[in-house]
């Protein structure tokens, strides 16, 4: 499909200069919504064969976009309308930045010397001031002979150092304007090494290291930027040479398969607490790690050792013996070179306590992921779904909700890196859709989606996107009627139901067959197994309605203790 500039043969416009800059530098899928001024935008890219993936919700594709950064170390790019499709995709934009994915929100706008003088213009607003503090880098292009270096710096600032959000403003007007063919291919710039590797000094390698050998009780903590930097064979021997019992944040699992004998995940109130020296690899001492202080590290005095690429994370929240700024692939590459061959294995008394207590869990939870309880409790589903990735462990994992995100991370093992997707730092609804569908279409696996029911309502319409675009994967809403059980009632006995519960008996199966998948209904351990095995099995669609019951869960997943109590309530 050619534009009338096109058309004339020597000459190209805005619409096509952004389409070849991003070409120009690998950037081939894009996670959309159309409208004024970008629908041919959309249309033009596609036509250029570039992927353009049209979503229900901006939110939604901007959701996608994000976990597409993360999985490729690309920028996930999420293109947008003007105002309210922007202020939609703006959360994801926000999200992306928080979790440190490279992120680039490309959103039309309507006229400057309008939206300046607030004259009411065609969705209104002046979007590059509304987007600036929510990401890294806000950037506008008013002229389509910047294009090509508007493309180069937004790609740059989303990958390098910290990834992040970047807003990418593209006024109707550049759209439309027109330039020599040309000059316009010679504008473009091509981002040389996006990502450079930052190493990290000697001295600092050193410190870190000395202080290392002398610890009797190290731990290493791994976090998603671990997983995100793709340095897993250095990763793996960075934890098997040294010998260190390992923590896997979230999205870190599988990074080392969670079987691996080093591993502490089932250990964790005791690794934190007892811990001498804790060695934080892409992971940050926030709210998911309590600070780094209070009852959960306990008594013990402890050093830290960050690797970080962001010098500003060192002393966030604790002291840090060993700053360790760089990438992460260069920075354990060069611990492991500071080790060398002899490096002596931590006390036995201190990684046999840790494995002993890691088996003592792993064995006191086996029989209760065995119950074969109809309705299901948490336990016995996700026992099910256990074995199912244990089976298929190149599966991609995408979780949200309370309990059903909490007993999901803590029983289902992950075996391979970049397979466990969740709801990031923010802790947040709605990434489950967006997630699953560039999960599956940036990587071509299977995608198994564990949602809570109230998870899954935000961002539930997608399905139509997933039946559209034929992707495999698999959503098992965990159905127990509301958001962290269904049992609340209305305290004054009215009508109304409760704030947290919701259609009783509700048949989130019957929304994939209205849009041509397949919806199922498993009320056992037994039958869940069976539809999702066969959903992995044939890459259909598949919306499996896992009946739980609703009196399982509990308030707030495990991280009640952050809701505030209400003094008059208790009284
Ligand atoms: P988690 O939630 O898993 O604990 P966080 O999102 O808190 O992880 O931390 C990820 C950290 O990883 C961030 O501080 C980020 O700066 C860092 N990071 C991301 N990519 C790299 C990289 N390639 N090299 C070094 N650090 C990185
Ligand atoms: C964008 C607050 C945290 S968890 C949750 C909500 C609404 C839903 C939990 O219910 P669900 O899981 O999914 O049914 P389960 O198994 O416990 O019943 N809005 C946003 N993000 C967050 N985190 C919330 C609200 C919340
Ligand atoms: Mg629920």
Same mark, same amino acid.
């Given at each position: 499909?050619?534009?009338?500039?096109?058309?004339?043969?020597?000459?190209?416009?805005?619409?096509?200069?952004?389409?070849?800059?991003?070409?120009?530098?690998?950037?081939?899928?894009?996670?959309?919504?159309?409208?004024?001024?970008?629908?041919?935008?959309?249309?033009?890219?596609?036509?250029?064969?570039?992927?353009?993936?049209?979503?229900?919700?901006?939110?939604?594709?901007?959701?996608?976009?994000?976990?597409?950064?993360?999985?490729?170390?690309?920028?996930?790019?999420?293109?947008?309308?003007?105002?309210?499709?922007?202020?939609?995709?703006?959360?994801?934009?926000?999200?992306?930045?928080?979790?440190?994915?490279?992120?680039?929100?490309?959103?039309?706008?309507?006229?400057?010397?309008?939206?300046?003088?607030?004259?009411?213009?065609?969705?209104?607003?002046?979007?590059?001031?509304?987007?600036?503090?929510?990401?890294?880098?806000?950037?506008?292009?008013?002229?389509?002979?910047?294009?090509?270096?508007?493309?180069?710096?937004?790609?740059?600032?989303?990958?390098?150092?910290?990834?992040?959000?970047?807003?990418?403003?593209?006024?109707?007007?550049?759209?439309?304007?027109?330039?020599?063919?040309?000059?316009?291919?010679?504008?473009?710039?091509?981002?040389?090494?996006?990502?450079?590797?930052?190493?990290?000094?000697?001295?600092?390698?050193?410190?870190?290291?000395?202080?290392?050998?002398?610890?009797?009780?190290?731990?290493?903590?791994?976090?998603?930027?671990?997983?995100?930097?793709?340095?897993?064979?250095?990763?793996?021997?960075?934890?098997?040479?040294?010998?260190?019992?390992?923590?896997?944040?979230?999205?870190?699992?599988?990074?080392?398969?969670?079987?691996?004998?080093?591993?502490?995940?089932?250990?964790?109130?005791?690794?934190?607490?007892? #811990?001498?020296? /804790? $060695?934080?690899?892409?992971?940050?001492?926030?709210?998911? +790690?309590?600070? *780094?202080? &209070? @009852?959960? %590290?306990?008594?013990?005095?402890?050093?830290?050792?960050?690797?970080?690429?962001?010098?500003?994370?060192?002393?966030?929240?604790?002291?840090? #013996?060993?700053? /360790? $700024?760089?990438?992460?692939?260069?920075?354990?590459?060069? +611990?492991?070179? *500071?080790? &060398? @061959?002899? %490096?002596?294995?931590?006390?036995?008394?201190?990684?046999?306590?840790?494995?002993?207590?890691?088996?003592?869990?792993?064995?006191?939870?086996?029989?209760?992921?065995?119950?074969?309880?109809?309705?299901?409790?948490?336990?016995?589903?996700?026992?099910?779904?256990?074995?199912?990735?244990?089976?298929?462990?190149?599966?991609?994992?995408?979780?949200?909700?309370?309990?059903?995100?909490?007993?999901?991370?803590?029983?289902?093992?992950?075996?391979?890196?970049?397979?466990?997707?969740?709801?990031?730092?923010?802790?947040?609804?709605?990434?489950?859709?967006?997630?699953?569908?560039?999960?599956?279409?940036?990587?071509?696996?299977?995608?198994?989606?564990?949602?809570?029911?109230?998870?899954?309502?935000?961002?539930?319409?997608?399905?139509?996107?997933?039946?559209?675009?034929?992707?495999?994967?698999?959503?098992?809403?965990?159905?127990?009627?509301?958001?962290?059980?269904?049992?609340?009632?209305?305290?004054?006995?009215?009508?109304?139901?409760?704030?947290?519960?919701?259609?009783?008996?509700?048949?989130?199966?019957?929304?994939?067959?209205?849009?041509?998948?397949?919806?199922?209904?498993?009320?056992?351990?037994?039958?869940?197994?069976?539809?999702?095995?066969?959903?992995?099995?044939?890459?259909?669609?598949?919306?499996?309605?896992?009946?739980?019951?609703?009196?399982?869960?509990?308030?707030?997943?495990?991280?009640?203790?952050?809701?505030?109590?209400?003094?008059?309530?208790?009284?």
């Amino acid at each position: 499909m050619a534009s009338d500039a096109e058309e004339a043969g020597t000459l190209t416009d805005g619409f096509h200069l952004i389409i070849d800059a991003l070409r120009l530098n690998d950037i081939e899928t894009i996670y959309h919504v159309p409208g004024i001024p970008i629908t041919d935008l959309g249309r033009f890219m596609q036509a250029a064969g570039m992927r353009v993936l049209s979503f229900r919700h901006e939110q939604n594709a901007g959701y996608a976009a994000a976990i597409a950064g993360y999985l490729t170390q690309k920028p996930g790019i999420c293109m947008t309308v003007s105002a309210p499709g922007f202020l939609n995709g703006l959360t994801a934009l926000a999200h992306a930045t928080t979790n440190c994915f490279p992120m680039i929100l490309l959103s039309g706008s309507s006229e400057r010397e309008i939206i300046d003088l607030q004259q009411g213009d065609y969705e209104e607003m002046d979007q590059l001031a509304i987007a600036k503090p929510l990401c890294k880098a806000a950037y506008r292009i008013l002229h389509a002979e910047d294009i090509g270096i508007g493309i180069a710096r937004a790609i740059r600032a989303a990958v390098s150092g910290r990834p992040g959000g970047v807003y990418l403003d593209l006024p109707a007007k550049l759209l439309g304007q027109v330039m020599d063919v040309d000059a316009g291919a010679a504008s473009l710039v091509k981002v040389i090494d996006p990502a450079p590797r930052q190493l990290p000094a000697p001295d600092a390698i050193k410190r870190a290291l000395d202080i290392l050998k002398v610890a009797e009780r190290p731990l290493i903590i791994l976090g998603k930027g671990a997983a995100y930097a793709q340095a897993d064979d250095a990763i793996r021997a960075l934890v098997e040479t040294s010998g260190i019992p390992y923590l896997p944040m979230s999205m870190a699992k599988g990074l080392l398969p969670d079987t691996h004998p080093q591993s502490a995940g089932a250990a964790r109130s005791l690794v934190l607490k007892e #811990a001498d020296v /804790v $060695v934080m690899i892409g992971a940050r001492l926030n709210w998911l +790690l309590s600070h *780094g202080k &209070g @009852k959960a %590290w306990g008594e013990a005095p402890k050093k830290f050792i960050h690797i970080d690429i962001e010098p500003k994370e060192m002393d966030s929240n604790r002291e840090i #013996a060993a700053p /360790v $700024v760089g990438d992460i692939g260069s920075c354990v590459d060069a +611990l492991l070179e *500071g080790m &060398g @061959k002899n %490096w002596a294995m931590p006390p036995a008394e201190w990684t046999g306590a840790v494995r002993e207590k890691v088996e003592t869990n792993v064995e006191r939870m086996a029989p209760r992921l065995q119950n074969n309880n109809d309705p299901m409790d948490y336990h016995g589903a996700l026992g099910a779904l256990r074995t199912i990735i244990k089976e298929r462990p190149e599966v991609i994992l995408v979780n949200e909700g309370a309990n059903t995100l909490d007993f999901t991370r803590s029983i289902i093992d992950m075996y391979q890196p970049r397979k466990r997707l969740d709801v990031g730092t923010w802790g947040v609804m709605g990434v489950g859709m967006g997630t699953a569908i560039a999960a599956a279409v940036e990587t071509s696996m299977p995608v198994l989606a564990i949602e809570g029911d109230s998870a899954f309502g935000f961002s539930g319409m997608e399905i139509e996107t997933i039946c559209r675009y034929n992707l495999p994967i698999c959503v098992v809403v965990f159905n127990n009627g509301g958001i962290y059980r269904g049992t609340d009632v209305n305290p004054t006995g009215g009508a109304d139901a409760a704030t947290t519960v919701f259609v009783k008996g509700a048949r989130y199966d019957k929304m994939m067959e209205a849009f041509g998948g397949t919806g199922i209904q498993a009320t056992s351990p037994d039958e869940l197994k069976e539809a999702v095995n066969a959903a992995l099995g044939s890459g259909q669609p598949t919306l499996v309605n896992a009946v739980i019951d609703e009196a399982a869960g509990t308030e707030s997943g495990r991280i009640g203790n952050l809701n505030p109590q209400s003094v008059i309530a208790k009284k």
